[in-house]
């Protein structure tokens, strides 16, 4: 099968899988045999970003009230809050439906996901005819964000700038400008993403602009599962980019990074449909991807680099392109993929987790999808090395949570098979590619209520990633800011690595806690790398490194956490340069446990738009 023949299937997959939201959108009866009381009302309230503090009977000063003032009048003249319809569109129920107590969390669980809403709270208060009345209160976040994140590594450098409207004109459309130049990657582009296509829940996301070498494009629809209540979901996406691959270098060799010129075209359609009770799911999909990688710079494109200074860049010799050369392997095909899973998971909220004050949903209890990917036809690949290949990916996640403590853990297996044309040519396995991460938070003393978070929590990580018998280019790295904090991102390739840390993440008590939640966090990681089989690998040994840091959440209550850190690696010769990052936090609950050098490696997967799904 080649391209023109997914041009015909992908198009039919599109409106089926549009057709399937729009039903689904417009389901809503109420609940057959509902015991509980109908809607009667919907109320919505929609407070600003800062409320003015009023004083208390202790004699409040007025220094917090004035620059509460100034603050609430500039939100007013600078963000514009969300529209009703917005919220009101992502409600899983309207008047006349049941206010069952499953309904009422999943709608506040779907708010508070909202980027632009810093909470949301959703109730139900029925009144003496045994009617409810439904109050839905959210406080929105500040949407207009210049984001910039220096470091101090061999000199002070700004990784990233942005310029971001993530609810432009109040009706949840996001749109932004953004530079990043991290070594080998210098993006910059622009975005435009809005999370209620025409009315309905589709959510449209468009991305594009130059790399180093060339151009990206991204650009996706997808219908998502609805809280634990939604039975469809539909992606389609498609993305282009021409980039270089960085491999890095180990300390004494003569150049820092050797840069392999790589070009990805990717395309998939993917139905989901999940049936069962919330709480224990069985979920179903299936759909077509394509994809065309190719290295159309190699060998001559290879270039070395001295210094991690990619605008200056020479001619790699034969050794190095020799290195490079098992993991330059292009291909183009059409795979034909499917997905089933069992789903067990519920939701709790926690307060001060990843955010310093804020409210936090947490999934509990279990889930296993598995992905299987067959190819359409022979897959292309050089040197008449032509074949089927059959993929295949799995995912595991297991999570618990008591009156102190929560514990979340995922691990993600994916590879492939591959089946030459040629009788005499044997089979293998290739691209294996293996990630795992715990997390176990716990707060020292007995249980709090919901308002008062804890002042200490204490954060238990382990994560770990590696790769055998890669054909497309892999490499991973132990430093950085998620392994150890205190080297570079670019120190100690290797092919296998695991990392552990522990945090303690301390709440301050102090002026304007009204205005931002402040925080301090002292850490301290370890972890080694092995060589295996990458271009220039090394085993690391055991290796450590320990810092400080503060957390800012603005305003408060916040999600988000802005945190400085400062940290510095422990080696048996003494401790080495101070390494200073302004970013968020390595381990967020929110986040999962993804390595993201592993996933620039990981071949398309037609479950990867499902597996993020909470």
């Not at 060339?214 to 650009?219: D, K, L, R, S, W």
């Amino acid at each position: 099968m080649n391209l023109r023949h997914l041009h015909r299937i992908v198009p039919g997959l599109l409106v089926w899988g549009i057709a399937a939201g729009r039903d689904a959108a417009a389901q809503t009866p109420p609940a057959p045999g509902c015991a509980g009381p109908a809607i009667a009302e919907i109320d919505i309230v929609s407070h600003s970003i800062y409320q003015t503090p009023e004083p208390d009977s202790a004699g409040e000063t007025g220094l917090e009230r004035r620059v509460g003032g100034w603050l609430n009048a500039v939100a007013r003249k600078l963000h514009r809050r969300t529209k009703r319809e917005v919220i009101e569109r992502e409600l899983l129920f309207a008047v006349g439906d049941c206010a069952d107590e499953l309904t009422l969390s999943e709608s506040g669980r779907i708010l508070r996901a909202l980027p632009f809403l810093a909470d949301a709270d959703v109730r139900a208060v029925v009144d003496a005819d045994g009617e409810a009345r439904v109050e839905v209160e959210t406080r929105e976040d500040w949407t207009l964000k210049l984001d910039a994140r220096p470091e101090w590594e061999d000199g002070l450098r700004v990784r990233h700038v942005s310029v971001t409207e993530e609810n432009l004109m109040g009706r949840g459309i996001l749109a932004g400008l953004y530079a990043t130049q991290r070594d080998e990657e210098r993006d910059l582009g622009g975005q435009l993403r809005t999370i209620q296509t025409a009315g309905t829940r589709m959510d449209t996301h468009l991305t594009g602009g130059r790399t180093r070498t060339g151009v990206f494009f991204t650009e996706s629809l997808t219908y998502p599962f609805v809280g634990e209540l939604g039975r469809w979901a539909f992606v389609e996406s498609y993305a282009l980019r021409e980039d270089l691959f960085p491999y890095a270098a180990p300390a004494g060799s003569p150049f820092t990074n050797a840069s392999l010129p790589i070009q990805t075209r990717y395309a998939e359609a993917t139905l989901g449909r999940r049936v069962g009770v919330p709480g224990n799911l069985t979920v179903l999909a299936g759909g077509m991807s394509w994809e065309d990688v190719r290295f159309d710079g190699y060998p001559g494109g290879v270039e070395v680099v001295s210094g991690f200074d990619f605008s200056v860049r020479d001619t790699a010799d034969q050794a190095t392109i020799d290195a490079i050369g098992p993991q330059v392997d292009p291909r183009k095909g059409a795979y034909l993929n499917l997905l089933a899973g069992k789903r067990r998971i519920r939701f709790l909220t926690r307060r001060g987790l990843d955010a310093v004050r804020g409210v936090q949903d947490v999934r509990v209890g279990t889930q296993a999808l598995l992905a299987l990917g067959g190819s359409l036809g022979e897959v292309s690949h050089p040197a008449g090395q032509d074949g089927h290949e059959l993929r295949g990916s799995l995912s595991l996640f297991a999570g618990g949570a008591g009156p102190t403590w929560v514990f979340n853990s995922e691990l993600t297996l994916s590879g492939s098979g591959f089946f030459p044309a040629a009788p005499a040519a044997p089979s293998s396995l290739r691209d294996l590619l293996g990630e795992f991460g715990a997390a176990l938070y716990w707060r020292p003393g007995a249980p709090q209520n919901d308002s008062t978070p804890h002042r200490h929590t204490l954060v238990f990580g382990l994560t770990g990633a590696g790769g055998w018998n890669n054909t497309l280019p892999f490499q991973l790295t132990l430093g950085g800011s998620n392994g150890l904090r205190g080297y570079d991102r670019e120190d100690f390739p290797a092919a296998r690595r695991i990392a552990a840390t522990i945090e303690d993440r301390i709440t301050l008590d102090g002026p304007f806690r009204d205005l931002v939640d402040l925080g301090l966090v002292v850490f301290a990681d370890v972890g080694a790398g092995w060589r295996g089989d990458v271009p220039f690998g090394t085993d690391s040994g055991l290796l450590g490194s320990a810092g400080a840091g503060l957390r800012i959440a603005l305003p408060s209550g916040a999600r988000q956490v802005v945190r400085v850190d400062l940290a510095l690696p422990v080696e048996a010769g003494g401790l080495r340069q101070l390494q200073f990052r302004i970013g968020a936090d390595g381990i967020r609950l929110l986040d999962g446990f993804a390595n993201r050098q592993l996933r620039r490696s990981r071949t398309a997967s037609p479950a990867a738009a499902f597996l993020g799904i909470n």
